[in-house]
């Protein structure tokens, strides 16, 4: 079990199996309204070796005093179940879907990140009757505009049989690969990186049958371009960007947020953070989701 402090873990089916999920366990007060009459916030963390539900740990639970807080391992992350095959864009979409709808009776607002927050574009786009608002850290598909991950050198090198494993075993799911790419890729500022989080993406991404769908991420199975579909989109959405995020920088966020004025009602960036400013400045964070929240409520 991944350790998140002051949780209470549940599960959901899906078509794929269980989805685990936490809930903050903080004291109730008399002036907060009763959990059923809340809103719900839905964090969904990105694709990666060794994500899962720890990434948006140290925010959620500033919202739990007004807001119904779910947090999920996504599956094949985490404690959720770990299929023993490569993984689909389809199978994303679908387990979201199956999620929200087991857990979430109302519209629900999504605070998500990276190539989740993609997917959950793409689920907004053909069931915005799921959907209340949307707010997204560095969404991509990461072969946006035409530029195709999957033909990536590194793409190339894991697509090779065997060697795929080998590499995710011997140099992405090890504490020096953890820490690497966190410093390397993942954080603008390495002196954030503490041991806790070292350690939750570790224990992630040794789970049995973790590599397929971490394969599945960095072979670019999953990859789309999202320019196809942004402009469809019509649920109220803010994005937020990390001024140095690896690979999919803010002006990427700009050519994506041009693409549909009318649904993305804030575009902003945060400073001095990378892929990941929910880990690398949560107090910043949670100051970005509140004003969010509050402009795509007069939305």
């Keep these: 079990m991944l350790s998140i402090p ?17 809930i903050p366990a903080l004291p109730e007060y008399p002036e907060n309204p009763p959990l059923g009459e809340r809103k719900t916030l839905l964090f969904l963390h990105g694709f990666g070796g060794g994500s899962s539900a720890y990434e948006w740990s140290k925010v959620f639970p500033a919202f739990a005093n007004d807001y119904r807080v779910l947090a999920p391992d ?19 979409l679908n387990s979201l879907t199956d999620f929200i709808g087991a857990t979430c009776d109302e519209p629900v607002t999504v605070v998500a990140s990276a190539l989740t ?5 793409r689920i907004a786009i053909t069931q915005p009757n799921l959907f209340e608002s949307l707010i997204l850290m560095t969404p991509a598909g990461l072969s946006d505009f035409g530029d195709d991950y999957a033909r990536s050198p590194f793409a190339q090198i894991v697509s090779t049989p ?3 494993k080998l590499l995710y075993s011997g140099a992405i799911a090890t504490r020096f690969g953890i820490e690497s790419f966190l410093k390397n ?56 960007w990390g001024d140095s995020a690896s690979f999919t920088g803010p002006d990427l966020g700009r050519k994506l947020a041009q693409k549909n004025p009318t649904a993305i009602k804030l575009f902003e960036v945060i400073q ?5 400013p929910q880990l690398e400045l949560p107090a910043v964070t949670i100051g970005m989701i509140q004003t969010s929240l509050k402009v795509l409520a007069t939305a």
């Design 117 to 121: 927050a993609a997917f959950i574009i």
């Design 6 to 22: 002051y949780v209470d873990r549940k599960s959901a089916m899906t078509r794929l199996g269980q989805m685990v999920y936490y």
């Design 74 to 92: 996504l599956i094949g992350w985490g404690d959720s179940a770990h299929l023993e095959r490569n993984y689909t864009i389809e199978d994303y």
């Design 162 to 164: 065997v060697l795929d």
């Design 272 to 276: 001095s953070t990378g892929l990941t």
């Design 185 to 240: 890729r993942q954080f603008a500022n390495p002196s954030r990186i503490s041991d806790d989080i070292v350690e939750a993406y570790l224990q992630s991404a040794q789970k049995p049958n973790a590599e397929y769908t971490a394969l599945s991420f960095v072979r670019g199975d999953l990859c789309f371009d999202l320019a196809d579909y942004i402009g469809q989109l019509t649920t109220p959405t803010a994005l937020l």
